[in-house]
């Protein structure tokens, strides 16, 4: 445990040091191309913040609704028959629009259960084999000025979905279930 | 199809809001939410100048390079019909490495930058400069769709954040989920890769 948030700690000083000093050695001019380099990450982020405003406020919307319960509750209702807990439904759900809206109800959820419980191996599992699908989608598609995006949603849905079963089976695995 | 679900969530929000009573929290909702996307941007500024300036060395000298013939052969099975040395092909690179390595504020300036990219590849596209299929401006590319989904997988290889959260709630073993995690990623990368090859076969799609 200890090690990997050593290593955490380590691992953004170590890129730097490493990316300049092999900069300085390939006798790159470092500072001119750094410069060169932040304007264009600059003007990149100037592009999305119209996008970042009108999905945020969306998200925000449907999130102050009280939309997402409802709808986790619905749905908690069938998956407990296929064996996901219907608990964590919000978490998934929510997961799928905002990171840090997720991380709330994860905390919330190990409060609850308790880290090492069933419940609580499932949400650590499925929280670290999952992405924020729409958050994702709306940027980076934004950026390349595409509103059509073919089969990306459900490519996502099914890769969202197949981390969601493996992280079931192999919470009960660990829990011995 | 952005465009529907934008509309989507804001018409179900406010209609269901109406239905709960929960007007006064939409109002907050939406103006807090437009503050907190630009103090968002704002935060990201930095962070992408900071790191497409250090990626812009990296590229100069050589690093990028190296590590992307390393990868190159997963690279060049993801994206076959990527134009070989197209610019896209670094930041894509950059992304999926600091996806593995958890590096989200780095994977983030790196994608939008590969997405960038892409969309000029469309252009040359259908300009005739390039080969590969033409599409009319404002659809997916494969390219970007299965970049996407591969974002979306999930690549991390050590949840550091719920490690982290285990061990703040007094797990006895917080990263006893390392494993487990690392399959459950490994499933659902798998899934996805297997969606796109499908789709890539599939042709127009």
Redesign the interface.
Known sequence: ?KF??Y??DL??PL??F???S??I??R?N?YD??????????F???K??PT????????????????LD?LSELIGNFTAYIGFPGELVPLTVVKMFSSSAA?GL??DA??EY???SYI??VA???????????Y?????????????????????M??????L???VV??G??AGI | MLNFLWAGMILVGIIFAAFTGRMPEITNAALDSSKEAITLCITMMGVMSLWVGLMEIAAKAGIIRSASRRIRPFIRFLFPSLPDGHPATEHITTNIIANVLGLGWAATPAGLKAMEELSKLEEDRRRGRLSGPVRKPGIASNEMCTFLILNISSLQLIPVNVIAYRSQYGSVNPAAIVGAGIAATAVSTAAGILYCKIMDRGGTG
């Open positions: 445990m990997f948030l290593i955490t691992i953004v890129v730097i490493v990316i300049v092999y900069g050695m390939m790159v470092a191309t750094f410069i060169k380099g932040a304007k264009s990450g600059f990149t982020v100037i999305i913040m970042l405003v009108g999905l945020m406020v969306a998200v925000g919307i449907l999130r102050a609704s009280g939309f409802f991380t994860l905390l190990f409060k308790g880290t090492d609580g191996l650590s599992i499925s929280m670290s084999c999952t992405e924020t699908i729409f994702t989608m709306s940027v980076y598609f934004m950026t390349a000025k595409v509103t059509k995006t073919r089969y990306t949603l459900t490519g996502a099914a890769a969202t979905f197949a981390g079963a493996a992280s192999l919470a695995l660990m």
